[in-house]
């Protein structure tokens, strides 16, 4: 009842007209974005950040969450007209979607889509709702050891279940940390790495590195393999679905958002898994396997449905615990960290207005984006046809804005070209970009929580793990860690079999995708 | 038409790429090298460790450290952590591993790295960086649209100067006026 409540608050703040603007704005800049190749939410989220500087926070998220909502959508429009998934989220779509489009059939894959993403966000954000305000009851007292923990847990997650090479991830993270050490220490006011520099004294700003990485690093990246000729789009209709379509795609619907919603919520990648294991769970449940790989509707609804409920419980975490499970969420931590608002259970005291009028906004924001989805799919495929040079020159340039936004030196942007050559480096040498944005976000957060926890303990290391939370905390970090050997334990069939046939490009079996990896996305989009 | 084409296989170990990688070609110094590239990787974290474990050790932390730990220890254990990484990184490498270049839409990695565009990207949005106090903001901003578009392969010289300037008088009003985020808008802003 409560939560209710508070939630008809939330439509109180979220229906003004100048957040329904910015919910608006949102969507609109979303959708643009994961139709857009090459620039995926969190590079968004990140050239936006300096909008932090103008606009009141309410506003700012409520569009922030648009964007990452309206990516979500915009991403299956790419994967099926284009067969190159943007958003990692959208790797599944182009499996049973592009086919269909292939076959004329693409107006129906995109309104199945379209569809699954707004039943799987309505259901996610009535789940988040719901669930939202008891995580935040229950983690209300967490102090200093807690916090410490739940970070401990990002840094093993964002190194250990993304990516492919762990000591990759971990090189990332480290890379992050250190620059999260350039400074005046927060506690002491002693100066670490600064080398006698007034400017590094400030240390890095957060902004720099998160627009450093995303935005310079991509495009430098792609200026040094720029494709000659894009990809051309296949030409689709308005989207729109038979009764027959329907009768195949509702239960896909339906139970797409139970299977991304909990993985969405904790550290395990954001919609990768959940999208493959719904394609998976809809194939076998599938009357018409046969059309399976062909285009078959159900391999586009689920998966769909499933993407955009992970995004509402990535927003659980972020918001009760302060604990980003996707690269959107880590740069949304990171506005919060520019407003002096600390994400956590005492979030939903502390800012009420905020919380829910952010919730609330995303409810308006799903209902716009199916407005817009649904009748303008062509016109929002159109975008798919943009030069390339232009696309990447506004990068640069938007990248070069926010930088200098934030203390208007030109200094920030030469620090901005090094952490955009850093970001290159990553992306050449396959270090995964997402670990050390975390490391530079949560890295400060987490070395002062530590210290204030060994700090009341008297320096006794218990007092790291006397609550609790923290011990189921470090629970999942150890089951986390131990994860690849047990996993090595038990399909053993499908690790020899990949590693026997030699040719990377041999496909998976579709014939066991229970025991396969969920497909890796052409590059964790950004 | 049977299996999902998704544009990159799941190659979960970096062993089984590194197999299509190195070729049983001539064990020249130059060709061994370019193989190890990686190692590149793995000398500058090795640095950057034992920056980071200089920079801690070499702290006078006596009259500020407050509590059992002080702002020496983190630093000292990501310098570890570093260098740890660097030599695992190495063994990895040298046993046959490969990170795995990103690929992406726009990316196509069957054609050698592009260092020219790179070097033009960078160049231009230096010299923009350095244009952006005499020149004002959206002069400066409309030259590193422009610069990077040409950088990039465009060459519309009725087109692309004008999309530039159109770009950045607007990012321009956004920023500074509707946002409140001050940019200079130098003697360009000062005729208007």
């Known amino acids: 009842m409560n939560a209710l409540n508070s939630l008809l608050d939330g439509f109180g703040t979220a229906l003004t007209p100048l957040n329904l603007l910015w919910a608006a704005v949102g969507v609109l800049l979303g959708t643009a974005i994961g139709v857009l190749p090459g620039i995926g ?115 093993i997650a964002v190194t250990s279940v993304l990516g492919s090479s762990r000591v990759r991830g971990l090189a990332s993270l480290l890379i992050g940390l250190t620059i999260g050490l350039i400074g005046l220490d927060q506690m002491t006011g002693q100066q670490r790495l600064t080398f006698g520099s007034l400017h590094l004294a400030d240390g890095v700003d957060v902004v720099i590195v998160a627009v450093g990485l995303f935005a310079i690093g991509e495009a430098l990246w792609v200026a040094a393999h720029l494709r000659r000729r894009p990809p051309e789009p296949i030409p689709v209709g308005r989207p729109w679905l038979g009764r027959a379509d329907l009768r195949r795609t509702w239960k896909a619907w339906a139970r797409g958002p139970f299977i991304g919603f909990p993985f969405g919520a904790i550290p395990a990648g954001g919609a990768e898994i959940p999208t493959f294991l719904s394609y998976v769970t809809e194939k076998r449940l599938s009357k018409h396997k046969d059309e399976w790989g062909k285009g078959a509707i159900e391999g586009v609804a689920g998966p769909e449905s499933a993407a955009s409920a992970s995004a509402a419980g990535t927003l659980v975490s972020m918001l009760t ?69 232009y696309l990447y020159a506004g990068i640069m340039f938007f990248a070069a804005v926010g930088a200098y936004a934030v203390g208007g030196e030109v200094i920030d942007l030469v620090m901005l070209l090094v952490i955009g050559l850093i970001g290159f480096g990553m992306r050449r040498y396959g270090l995964p970009v997402l670990p050390a944005v ?33 011990v189921t905390v470090y629970a999942v970090v150890v089951l986390l860690l131990a994860w690849p050997l047990l996993r090595r334990a038990l399909p053993r069939r499908a690790t020899t079999a990949a590693e026997s046939s030699e040719a990377p490009e041999t496909p998976e079996a579709p014939e066991a995708p229970e025991a396969a990896e969920p497909p890796t996305p052409s590059g964790p989009r950004t | 038409m049977t299996t999902p084409s998704t544009p990159t296989p799941a190659s979960e170990t970096s ?114 960086a350095v244009l952006i106090e005499p020149l004002g903001f959206p002069a400066a901003g409309a030259l590193l649209f422009w610069g990077a578009a040409y950088a990039l392969g465009s060459r519309r010289v009725d087109r692309d100067p004008l999309i530039a300037a159109v770009l950045s008088l607007a990012a321009y009003a956004l920023f500074d006026k509707l946002l409140g985020v001050p940019l200079p808008g130098g003697p360009l802003m000062g005729v208007l």
């Not at chain 1, 994400?343 to 924001?365: K, M, N």
């Open chain 1, 321 to 389: 615990l302060g604990l980003p499970t996707t690269a959107v969420a880590a740069v949304m931590l990171a506005a919060f960290q520019q407003y002096g608002i600390q994400p956590g259970p005492l979030l939903f005291e502390r800012e009420p207005d905020l919380v829910w009028g952010l919730i609330a906004s995303l409810f308006v924001g799903m209902v716009l984006l199916l407005a817009l989805n649904l009748p303008l799919a062509p016109v929002w495929a159109k975008l798919l046809r943009i030069p390339r040079p």
């Open chain 1, 41 to 155: 939410p969190a590079m968004a989220v990140a050239l936006l950040l300096p909008v932090t500087y103008g606009l009141d926070p309410t506003g700012a998220f409520i569009m922030f969450a648009g964007i990452y909502y309206g990516a979500m959508f915009g991403g299956s429009t790419t994967s099926i007209l284009l067969n190159t998934p943007g958003e990692s989220a959208a790797v599944v779509a182009a499996m049973e979607g592009n086919p269909m489009a292939k076959s004329g059939r693409g107006a129906q894959a995109l309104a199945a889509a379209a569809v699954g993403h707004f039943a799987g966000g309505m259901v996610g954000t009535l789940l988040l709702v719901a669930l939202a305000p008891t995580v935040a009851d229950l983690a209300v007292d967490i102090g200093a050891p807690d916090y410490f923990a739940i970070m401990v847990l990002a840094f």
């Open chain 2, 15 to 128: 062993t089984s790429t590194a197999a299509s990688g190195t070729k049983p070609t001539p064990r020249t110094t130059t060709s061994w090298l370019r193989d190890h590239s990686e190692l590149g990787v793995c000398a500058l974290l090795l640095a950057l460790g034992v920056l980071v474990l200089t920079d801690a050790l070499t702290m006078d932390v006596d009259i500020t450290q407050r509590g059992p730990v002080g702002p020496k220890t983190v630093p000292v254990v990501v310098g570890i952590g570093l260098l740890l990484v660097a030599a695992l990184l190495a063994v990895d490498v040298l046993r046959g591993g490969r990170g795995q270049a990103e690929t992406g839409e726009d990316v196509d990695l069957t054609e050698p790295a592009d260092w020219r565009t790179v070097a033009l990207l960078s160049g231009v949005f230096l010299g923009s």
């Open chain 1, 438 to 470: 975390i490391g530079v976000i949560l890295g400060p957060a987490a070395e002062q929580q530590l210290r204030r926890a060994l700090q009341i303990s008297d320096g006794s290391v218990t007092g790291l793990v006397n609550t609790p939370f923290s």
